[in-house]
């Protein structure tokens, strides 16, 4: 069952400032002319099933807020339409629906009113907004006294305590810090188990890919590709860090690459991979032997490389990064090379008690320090394994425990 229908939907801004040119923009409609005034999105359509979990991607100035606010009925499209059927909430700009001289408590009555619920609903779910926010005695203040940080915690706790059919979710998590994301993102998790659909857009491509099934990659305004979250995400972040690296490189001397196209792809085929091509993987390995993993990275050095470092992801199922380690976080430098010369790197630990689950290993090969570096060459999920069992487990860890010396008083 169809939950949101978007059909050929776009967004036009005129370019004359004056009231008779924006009259005139509004009279055309769908009738605007290509090439008159700016497209902020052009013709995007998709669809999400009721319960599921779709991703929004791209860059700063895609689109991709434009397009939300006009599912959230915000915005008035130039052309095309969009059917949502369900109660719909969204947490668009931050702290839109705020009035800034209310106080806390009294905004969460009004949004939860322009959400849908009555005031007794409202009373019956208040205590649990408040804990969610925990921004204390500042919800007796007004907004206006927040910081951006307690805005963000209260209009998130507000649109998430409603028990939307539909939530929309637009970056705004990217201004809160590490332990409020973290619970947003398990509430988030926990209205997608619920059958929740959410529309998501946010940076992390993490969060994207551990969170959503299908995903849109918008540019331009334009959709570039609709499909799989792991497909659409990786080549996004692909043709993000290639730019950024061309970028980085038109404003610095040109480094000379030997390697083909051709050759930075052998034997990975499938992967999503990037790097400015001054060193070649070609090679991962992967072995258990009495406890301890190791795994073995094999590369070759195509042009100077001053501070090269090697490292490695693992990630589980759902994208979510387990654990991961580099040269230089463990103060094992690689000595510089020069080109045509090749490398193998051992990475050993002990064999961490897994839950059950399929899981990826992630390789790099980059130039710089934990801080600040380039890549020179990333096979995201060079290698698939599986850890065997039936048992169930929640979050990471298989771990042995027993409950012990029960008592009473």
């Given at each position: 069952?169809?939950?949101?229908?978007?059909?050929?939907?776009?967004?036009?801004?005129?370019?004359?400032?004056?009231?008779?040119?924006?009259?005139?923009?509004?009279?055309?409609?769908?009738?605007?002319?290509?090439?008159?005034?700016?497209?902020?999105?052009?013709?995007?359509?998709?669809?999400?099933?009721?319960?599921?979990?779709?991703?929004?991607?791209?860059?700063?100035?895609?689109?991709?807020?434009?397009?939300?606010?006009?599912?959230?009925?915000?915005?008035?499209?130039?052309?095309?339409?969009?059917?949502?059927?369900?109660?719909?909430?969204?947490?668009?700009?931050?702290?839109?629906?705020?009035?800034?001289?209310?106080?806390?408590?009294?905004?969460?009555?009004?949004?939860?009113?322009?959400?849908?619920?009555?005031?007794?609903?409202?009373?019956?779910?208040?205590?649990?907004?408040?804990?969610?926010?925990?921004?204390?005695?500042?919800?007796?203040?007004?907004?206006?006294?927040?910081?951006?940080?307690?805005?963000?915690?209260?209009?998130?706790?507000?649109?998430?305590?409603?028990?939307?059919?539909?939530?929309?979710?637009?970056?705004?998590?990217?201004?809160?810090?590490?332990?409020?994301?973290?619970?947003?993102?398990?509430?988030?998790?926990?209205?997608?188990?619920?059958?929740?659909?959410?529309?998501?857009?946010?940076?992390?491509?993490?969060?994207?890919?551990?969170?959503?099934?299908?995903?849109?990659?918008?540019?331009?305004?334009?959709?570039?590709?609709?499909?799989?979250?792991?497909?659409?995400?990786?080549?996004?972040?692909?043709?993000?860090?290639?730019?950024?690296?061309?970028?980085?490189?038109?404003a610095t001397a040109p480094q000379s690459v030997t390697a083909a196209?051709?050759?930075?792809?052998?034997?990975?085929?499938?992967?999503?991979?990037?790097?400015?091509?001054?060193?070649?993987?070609?090679?991962?390995?992967?072995?258990?032997?009495?406890?301890?993993?190791?795994?073995?990275?094999?590369?070759?050095?195509?042009?100077?490389?001053?501070?090269?470092?090697?490292?490695?992801?693992?990630?589980?199922?759902?994208?979510?990064?387990?654990?991961?380690?580099?040269?230089?976080?463990?103060?094992?430098?690689?000595?510089?090379?020069?080109?045509?010369?090749?490398?193998?790197?051992?990475?050993?630990?002990?064999?961490?008690?897994?839950?059950?689950?399929?899981?990826?290993?992630?390789?790099?090969?980059?130039?710089?320090?934990?801080?600040?570096?380039?890549?020179?060459?990333?096979?995201?999920?060079?290698?698939?394994?599986?850890?065997?069992?039936?048992?169930?487990?929640?979050?990471?860890?298989?771990?042995?425990?027993?409950?012990?010396?029960?008592?009473?008083?």
């Amino acid at each position: 069952m169809i939950a949101l229908e978007v059909r050929n939907l776009a967004k036009n801004y005129p370019l004359g400032g004056s009231q008779w040119s924006r009259f005139r923009h509004v009279l055309a409609g769908s009738h605007i002319q290509e090439n008159e005034g700016i497209w902020a999105v052009r013709d995007v359509s998709f669809s999400v099933a009721r319960g599921e979990a779709f991703g929004i991607v791209g860059a700063n100035g895609s689109g991709k807020s434009t397009l939300l606010q006009m599912i959230a009925g915000i915005l008035r499209p130039t052309s095309g339409s969009v059917e949502v059927h369900g109660r719909l909430s969204a947490l668009l700009e931050l702290g839109s629906g705020f009035s800034p001289e209310f106080t806390g408590r009294s905004n969460v009555y009004l949004n939860g009113s322009i959400l849908g619920l009555s005031k007794e609903e409202i009373d019956a779910r208040f205590e649990s907004i408040e804990r969610f926010a925990e921004i204390g005695e500042f919800i007796d203040q007004p907004v206006r006294t927040y910081s951006t940080g307690m805005v963000l915690r209260l209009a998130f706790s507000v649109v998430a305590h409603v028990d939307p059919e539909i939530l929309i979710v637009d970056e705004a998590l990217a201004v809160g810090d590490i332990a409020f994301h973290q619970r947003c993102m398990r509430r988030i998790h926990d209205l997608r188990a619920r059958g929740t659909t959410i529309l998501f857009v946010s940076h992390s491509i993490t969060d994207v890919k551990a969170l959503c099934e299908r995903c849109l990659w918008l540019q331009n305004g334009i959709a570039v590709q609709i499909g799989g979250a792991d497909d659409v995400a990786g080549k996004y972040l692909s043709a993000t860090l290639r730019r950024d690296s061309a970028h980085d490189r038109e404003a610095t001397a040109p480094q000379s690459v030997t390697a083909a196209a051709s050759d930075l792809f052998t034997g990975f085929e499938g992967r999503h991979r990037y790097g400015d091509g001054r060193a070649t993987i070609v090679g991962v390995s992967i072995e258990e032997h009495d406890g301890r993993v190791t795994l073995r990275l094999k590369f070759r050095i195509n042009a100077p490389i001053p501070s090269p470092v090697a490292g490695f992801l693992v990630r589980n199922a759902k994208g979510e990064v387990i654990f991961g380690s580099n040269t230089a976080r463990e103060n094992h430098p690689v000595p510089c090379m020069t080109p045509g010369e090749v490398s193998t790197i051992d990475f050993r630990w002990a064999s961490p008690p897994l839950v059950p689950g399929a899981y990826s290993i992630s390789v790099a090969i980059a130039d710089g320090n934990i801080e600040q570096f380039e890549v020179s060459d990333y096979i995201e999920d060079a290698i698939s394994t599986q850890v065997a069992g039936t048992a169930p487990g929640r979050g990471y860890l298989h771990l042995s425990c027993a409950a012990v010396n029960i008592r009473r008083g």
